[in-house]
């Protein structure tokens, strides 16, 4: 197994590829600071700030190393102990192990908004302190973000659903940040029949004398395959067919007598990206699992795992365009091509202007949804309709774009971009998962008709940005009439426009949405209006005014991420 240290970069003035290894990320984004104190109380950001500067300096240097070489070195099924004995485990890089302890362990990202005494704050934080912190973290390893979300899921799931006995028995564990201690969790739902459409699911559960189930089958999909807990779709005995003949069940690796449970690992996937995170086939052989909630009501409750794991998704997908746009600021800053800095070249400033712009729309998104789950959680009326759309909104948006940003990055930095000596080419391998991960795109867009019919949720969107329009001090023109149209859009295709709308209506709806946000964050960081008049005009309007506007593109949209390092 390989260890890849990155070559030092040269001394300044030196001819060489610019290289930002090393570099703070945290410093390198001046924005992230100077919107956190909008989402988060006062007191807990000073508490946070110095953690996130320190993680920000690990995500260049120490973590974005550690990432590469657990890229290199993927997991390793084993089978059989050296003495020969029939019992699996997975191998993982030393390098996979020691980010596992910086994620669960020292940052505590599947506990802190579970229960307090992480990070040394003495209560469970808001998710938008989970989501910046997660935010840096996945500009240097993304990977692993999977399991830490899935910890966290389950864990939420669990809470809302499980019964006392469950709860108390691995709840300290779930949250844990003793690596020896510690419980990771997981979700099996995806069967070769029953990928996204889960009334298909085969996997059957079968009633133990003692009250647990045995289940049967075989699960397709199964990332962190060799989680402690998994969360399974299974159809019990004698059920309906469809998907109300679905429930819920929690599956433990090892049972409570210590004895390892009636399940195999068939095989890891060989993947695109994510090579870090094993992903495997599991085969249930009369596997014990417990009940999790109301007989029937399975996806209903893996709904809410499912839902937090894709405002997860999103939240990586930003964390990585973040990344891209970093890496090509940095580059665009150094790289000089005709006697000039390409930054300061017109085609290349609309290029980085372009590709800014939809990372900074689904930054605005993150910390909206991440509100409005707070407020959710919190029993605020109308947050939960507000969050249920949101969060398929992100999800189906940020990642696609995700795969442009990251594609776009590679390009500014050139033939070097396309080598894996540097990040961009593992970028873009990792990006085309989030619109896979926890449903296709097709599906995503779907479930936000879905929200609006039995959530009233689209009465909700509009009235929150209406809201947010309202406490905007300098709206920018046109906006609200765009978002008159994006309304009608959705209503027309949920109605006689019919699905097949779903995806223009949600890319709408996304775009006024994250204009709207940004304007409004505009009161405290003024560069966010320049940036919602570019949405507006780019992504909106029919025409691509950008074009045109090449030398109004101001310099304090594409600063130096290295005048901080």
């Given at each position: 197994m390989t260890i890849i240290r990155p070559n030092r970069p040269a001394p300044v003035g030196a001819e060489a590829v610019p290289d930002s290894h090393g570099l703070n990320l945290y410093r390198a984004d001046p924005t992230l600071a100077a919107l956190l104190p909008i989402y988060l109380p006062r007191d807990l950001l000073a508490h946070l700030a110095p953690h996130l500067d320190r993680l920000g300096a690990r995500a260049g240097g120490r973590l974005s190393d550690l990432a590469a070489t657990a890229d290199v070195n993927p997991p390793e099924l084993l089978h059989r102990t050296r003495r020969g004995e029939d019992a699996q485990s997975i191998a993982y890089h030393p390098a996979y192990r020691e980010m596992e302890r910086l994620a669960f362990g020292e940052y505590g990202l599947a506990a802190l908004s579970?229960?307090?005494?992480?990070?040394?704050?003495?209560?469970?934080?808001?998710?938008?302190?989970?989501?910046?912190?997660?935010?840096?973290?996945?500009?240097?390893?993304?990977?692993?973000?999977?399991?830490?979300?899935?910890?966290?899921?389950?864990?939420?799931?669990?809470?809302?659903?499980?019964?006392?006995?469950?709860?108390?028995?691995?709840?300290?564990?779930?949250?844990?940040?003793?690596?020896?201690?510690?419980?990771?969790?997981?979700?099996?739902?995806?069967?070769?029949?029953?990928?996204?459409?889960?009334?298909?699911?085969?996997?059957?559960?079968?009633?133990?004398?003692?009250?647990?189930?045995?289940?049967?089958?075989?699960?397709?999909?199964?990332?962190?395959?060799?989680?402690?807990?998994?969360?399974?779709l299974a159809r019990p005995e004698g059920a309906p067919a469809g998907i109300k003949g679905v429930s819920l069940f929690l599956l433990p690796r090892v049972l409570p007598d210590g004895t390892p449970n009636r399940y195999r690992i068939v095989r890891l996937k060989e993947k695109l990206g994510t090579r870090s995170m094993a992903s495997g086939e599991i085969t249930l052989q009369g596997a014990t699992a417990w009940m999790i909630g109301e007989p029937g009501a399975g996806m209903r409750q893996m709904a809410d795992m499912v839902n937090n794991s894709r405002l997860s998704n999103g939240v990586r997908a930003a964390g990585m365009m973040r990344r891209a746009v970093t890496e090509a600021l940095f580059i665009a800053h150094r790289r000089i091509a005709f006697r000039a800095p390409i930054v300061t070249l017109p085609l290349m400033r609309r290029q980085l202007a372009k590709m800014l712009v939809r990372a900074e729309q689904a930054r605005s998104m993150v910390f909206q949804t991440a509100e409005a789950l707070r407020r959710s959680d919190a029993g605020e009326p109308g947050a939960y309709a507000l969050l249920r759309i949101l969060t398929p909104l992100l999800k189906f948006r940020a990642c696609r774009d995700a795969r442009v940003v990251t594609g776009d990055a590679m390009e500014v930095r050139g033939g070097c971009g396309y080598i894996e000596d540097f990040p961009d080419a593992r970028l873009v391998r990792d990006a085309h998962l989030g619109s896979i991960w926890e449903g296709t795109s097709n599906i995503v867009a779907l479930d936000v008709l879905r929200a609006a019919a039995r959530e009233g949720s689209l009465e909700a969107l509009e009235a929150h940005l209406a809201a947010l329009h309202a406490d905007t001090p300098d709206p920018v023109p046109q906006l609200e009439a765009a978002t008159e149209r994006a309304f009608a859009l959705a209503r027309h295709a949920g109605g006689?426009?019919?699905?097949?709308?779903?995806?223009?209506?949600?890319?709408?709806l996304y775009n006024v949405a994250s204009a709207t946000v940004m304007a409004w964050e505009a009161r405290a960081v003024p560069l966010r209006a320049a940036l919602a008049a570019m949405v507006l005009a780019h992504r909106v309007l029919p025409r691509d005014p950008l074009a045109a506007l090449d030398e109004a593109i101001p310099d304090a949209l594409l600063p130096d991420p290295g005048a901080t390092r």
């Open positions: 579970h229960r307090g005494g992480v990070l040394d704050w003495p209560a469970p934080m808001p998710a938008a302190a989970k989501y910046a912190l997660t935010y840096l973290f996945v500009q240097a390893e993304f990977g692993l973000m999977c399991p830490v979300s899935m910890t966290d899921s389950l864990t939420r799931t669990l809470r809302k659903f499980g019964d006392a006995a469950l709860l108390d028995r691995y709840l300290p564990m779930l949250t844990s940040q003793d690596m020896d201690a510690l419980f990771q969790g997981a979700m099996f739902m995806t069967e070769q029949g029953a990928g996204s459409d889960i009334a298909n699911t085969a996997v059957t559960a079968t009633p133990n004398a003692d009250g647990s189930w045995a289940l049967h089958g075989d699960k397709w999909f199964c990332s962190n395959a060799d989680a402690e807990l998994a969360m399974v006689e426009g019919g699905p097949v709308l779903a995806r223009q209506a949600a890319t709408a």
